[in-house]
């Protein structure tokens, strides 16, 4: 049996907008993978953040945005592990949990560049292939020519989740920036205002 290529994406999410949903739409149609699962990261109660919404409130966003999309996959995983999460303990669960599944890291080229400050990085590349999409003034350093790494040119979006929060708090609008479905959710709810 060949196994399934699911690809993670990891985010705070917070709110999920068309900049994440072209990564993970490109990923999941116009590469090898046959899945992409977006996994919603936790709050570390270490470090609370006062303008990160409820863990749920951002999962059901990303649900919202993906709808019935049956390439893609809002994930929860890591609520329930132990916080902070990393990486490495995340997809090490995640292989034990779906042992026919063959599971693929997909990051930006900036996160590439930090990628040896992770925890166990080196078990990391060894063990996991990663799905790289370019981003401006990144090239992903050494690593880009890793054999377990490859690099996508994905469409790119010049937008970032703490530009939707500050447009919500000024009552601008947010229209186009997040898929429709999330942009009526936040119009009917007080999250980031
Ligand atoms: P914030 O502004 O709150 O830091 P963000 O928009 O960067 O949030 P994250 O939840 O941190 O969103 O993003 C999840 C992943 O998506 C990260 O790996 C991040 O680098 C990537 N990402 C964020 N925005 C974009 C974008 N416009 N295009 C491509 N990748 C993005």
């Not at 390439?71 to 303990?89: C, H, N, Q, V």
């Not at 090490?92 to 996160?111: C, Q, T, W």
Request: hydrophobic share 40%.
């Amino acid at each position: 049996m060949i196994p399934k290529q699911i690809g993670l994406f990891f985010g705070s999410f917070n709110p999920v907008h068309v900049g994440h949903m072209i990564i993970a739409n490109y990923m999941a149609t116009q590469t090898p993978l046959d899945e992409v699962w977006m996994v919603v990261s936790p709050q570390n109660p270490l470090k609370p953040k006062a303008t990160l919404a409820r863990d749920y409130d951002r999962l059901h966003l990303v649900q919202l945005a993906i709808g019935d999309n049956p390439r893609l996959r809002a994930s929860d995983i890591e609520f329930g592990l132990p916080k902070p999460s990393y990486t490495i303990d995340t997809l090490a669960y995640l292989r034990e949990k779906h042992p026919h599944a063959a599971f693929v890291l997909i990051m930006g080229s900036d996160n590439l560049d930090t990628l040896p400050r992770w925890k166990h990085y080196e078990l990391l590349l060894r063990d996991y292939r990663i799905f790289a999409y370019k981003r401006p003034n990144h090239s992903g350093g050494d690593l880009a020519g890793h054999p377990n790494v490859r690099i996508f040119e994905a469409p790119l979006m010049f937008l970032s989740a703490t530009y939707i929060r500050k447009c919500l708090r000024q009552g601008k609008s947010v229209q186009y920036l997040v898929p429709d479905a999330v942009f009526e959710y936040l119009q009917q709810t007080s999250l980031y205002r």
